[in-house]
Structure formats: C-alpha cells, structure tokens
C-alpha cells in the first residue's frame, strides 16, 4: 500500500512511477491458482449462507430488521448474541473484533480499488491515449492523483446511494459482472 499511495501521492524520492505484477510462474500453475480461489470463494459464499441461517435463528428476523432495514448487521450481531451466551463482555469483544475486520477488509479494498484505477487511467487513457505515449513523470502522477480524486468521489456519491441497501445483492453484482468478463478467458 505505500507503494500505492507514492504512486497516487507522489512522493519526492520516487523518481518513476513502479508497478510490479505478482503472477504465477506457468499456465498450469495459473489454472491450479483459478481452481484453488474458485473454492475458496465457494466455501465463503457458503459459510455466509450458514451465518446468515444462524442470525435468522438466533437474533430472529425482527431483531436483525429493528437495527438495520438492509440486514447487513446480521453477522455482527450474531457474533455479539453468541458472545453473550458465554459472558457478555465476550459478546462485545466478539462485536469489536468484527467491526475491526471489517474495516480493515473495507479500507483495504477500496485503497487497491483506487490504486488500480488511477494507474490503469492514468497510464492506458492518458499516457497512451490523451498524450500518445508523450507525457513525464510528473504528469503521470498528477493524472493519478487527479483520477484517485475522481473515483473516490463517485465510489461515495455510490455509497449514499446504496446506504439501505443489503451489501450482499450488491456483492452478488460486482460478482456476475466480474465473471461474465473473466469466465470466457478462463
């Protein structure tokens, strides 16, 4: 992530912008990657199913819809209901810990978001499109910086938007998009 932020900050001491792609060795070991995130993304999509099942049946519908109409605490506060059961400090410490993953997972996805955005932008469109393939270092990284700008700002005119809105419809969407594009390729 620093690097990312040096990239769309920029920093003084950075004298070109660096991207460094992490990919696997070989195709075979490309499809080997690809089938072991398949399941892993399977496993998790069922274990929100189980958990969602456990808040219907240990919160109960009504108290899940009393806190939030989108449902989206269901989890959270079936962590704090089971906690409880044991001690209720543990509960609130269950409810804490959530509230911590969460948005650790929250920030960091929407950082790499920005990231791949503003780079992808900044060097496709307007190095190689907008400036023909002419344009420095310092251009670069103000496109960048202006392109995070952007981005950021339509992700939160999205987020109001979609404030009431269960998070997993719209999760389930930016899912059948992402793999309608990448099931022919795979």
């Known amino acids: 992530i620093s690097l990312g932020m040096a990239l769309v900050l920029g920093t ?8 460094r792609f992490f990919t696997v060795p070989t195709a075979q070991a490309a499809r ?3 089938i072991i995130a398949m399941w892993i993304i399977g496993g998790f999509y069922v274990l929100t199913t189980l958990l969602g099942f456990g808040a219907a049946i240990h919160v109960t519908p009504q108290g899940i819809t009393a806190v939030d109409k989108g449902g989206n605490m269901a989890t959270l506060m079936l962590a704090q209901q089971l906690g409880a059961d044991i001690a209720p400090v543990v509960g609130d410490i269950f409810l804490a810990f959530l509230c911590s993953v969460a948005f650790a997972t ?3 996805v929407v950082s790499g978001l920005v990231l791949a955005a ?4 900044a060097h496709d ?5 907008i400036k023909d393939g002419h344009a420095d270092q310092h251009e670069q990284v103000m496109a960048a910086r202006i392109t995070s700008l952007c981005v950021g700002a339509v992700g939160i005119v999205i987020g109001i938007t979609a404030e009431k ?3 997993a ?5 930016a899912f059948a998009v992402a793999s309608s594009g990448n099931l022919p390729v795979v």
Do not use: F
């Open 118 to 121: 503003s780079a992808a932008i």
């Open 32 to 34: 080997k990657s690809v």
């Open 106 to 108: 929250i920030l960091a």
């Open 12 to 19: 003084a001491g950075m004298p070109h912008i660096l991207m």
């Open 165 to 167: 809105q269960n998070v």
């Open 169 to 173: 419809h719209l999760v389930a969407l």
């Open 125 to 129: 469109i307007y190095v190689n499109v």
